[in-house]
């Protein structure tokens, strides 16, 4: 079935959560088993809500709780569910076509999935404090890996009355975020919010962002209501208690659908070696101009980056950044990858031993 094959009337009520001809030909070896399909809208202890055409199913996800963490059922998934009976249980569900994953904080270094068949990562950031640039590329990387469409939000721009102020803002936040759009947005005057809402209307959005962002207050200006609870942030430092503790899917009345996430306290890497590259563009693009095409851009001969950070091109920040965030991505990849570790270890010897060599002639001893 195609994209533009006319979908069973049955299931029309589904659209507005984001069904189309696609996803129903996937389910059709489920439907003949006598499943129903529904959009997982939230996920707690074992059992999760899922909004079918009939309406929201209270079901138990035992069937779908493997040990692997990213494979357990997320707010996001279209489900399986086995309707007949009390209780009721989601079989299994679709393939996804995106996936938003991080790594846990935990030591053992597990990967957990936020949202699932995204469409747009909207990031959320607050300019009621200072940018931090560092955490806005992490978002990035993690976002561009997921498949999803990022989009930074400026929020709480109401607090920056002087336009020149807020112009120099956004563009630092351009310069962090190539290829993304930054948009401005008041929750308290409404300012941009039919911009942000022109956006979303057309897929699926998860929203992203530290505590104190203004998440919540963003999505009740979606919602044209006051569904989300909002909390007061700290005069110190622009943080607040996490309104959102678990993660919602809602339907907007514009259009789209809308995934709300706690405050994320750490935004670690998951295997995002590929959303790091996106984030940092252009200086890969200066990478590919090296002499060397193993280039680590730290002191080898004839480097483009290095050459673009002496010439005020490239920010030696952004370079740094960039650097720490391709070592943590591989530590990461490393611990579930015996023979990357023992790549890296012998990459790092070649290279050190290279630095050595390099330092030793610029001092004239060799």
Not at 271 to 292: P, T
Request: net charge negative; proline share 5%.
């Amino acid at each position: 079935m195609s994209l533009s094959a006319p979908l069973s009337s049955p299931l029309s009520s589904l659209i507005p959560l984001g069904w189309d001809a696609a996803w129903e030909a996937e389910f059709a070896p489920h439907a003949e088993q006598g499943l129903v399909p529904g959009r997982v809208v939230r996920v707690d202890r074992g059992q999760c809500d899922v909004m079918t055409a009939d309406g929201l199913v209270r079901a138990d996800t035992a069937f779908v709780t493997p040990h692997d963490p990213l494979r357990v059922i997320c707010t996001g998934d279209w489900a399986a569910v086995e309707t007949a009976g009390n209780p009721r249980y989601v079989k299994t569900y679709l393939p996804r076509r995106t996936a938003f994953v991080r790594s846990t904080s935990s030591q053992r270094s597990e990967g957990q999935i936020l949202a699932a068949n995204v469409d747009h990562a909207i990031i959320a950031v607050s300019l009621a404090v200072e940018l931090d640039l560092g955490r806005i590329e992490r978002f990035l990387a993690l976002a561009w890996e997921s498949g999803a469409q990022p989009l930074v939000v400026l929020t709480k721009a109401d607090l920056v009355p002087d336009p020149v102020t807020l112009a120099h803002l956004v563009q630092d936040v351009e310069t962090t975020a190539p290829g993304v759009d930054v948009l401005t947005v008041s929750s308290h005057t409404g300012e941009g919010t039919d911009v942000l809402a022109a956006v979303v209307a057309g897929g699926t959005s998860v929203l992203l962002g530290i505590s104190g962002a203004g998440k919540s207050t963003l999505a009740n200006a979606l919602l044209g209501a006051d569904v989300m609870e909002v909390q007061a942030t700290r005069d110190v430092d622009g943080k607040g208690r996490h309104t959102t503790t678990t993660r919602n899917l809602l339907a907007l009345p514009g259009g789209g659908v809308l995934i709300d996430t706690p405050g994320l306290r750490g935004v670690g890497l998951w295997d995002a070696e590929a959303g790091v590259g996106q984030v940092f563009s252009e200086i890969e693009e200066h990478a590919a101009r090296c002499r060397f095409h193993d280039c680590a851009h730290v002191a080898e001969p004839g480097c483009a980056v290095l050459a673009a950070v002496e010439s005020g091109e490239l920010p030696e920040r952004r370079l740094e950044s960039y650097r720490k965030l391709l070592r943590e991505n591989q530590r990461i990849v490393a611990k579930t990858d015996a023979r990357l570790r023992s790549e890296i270890r012998r990459d790092w010897r070649l290279k050190s031993a290279v630095g050595r060599a390099n330092h030793a002639a610029k001092r004239g001893q060799a």
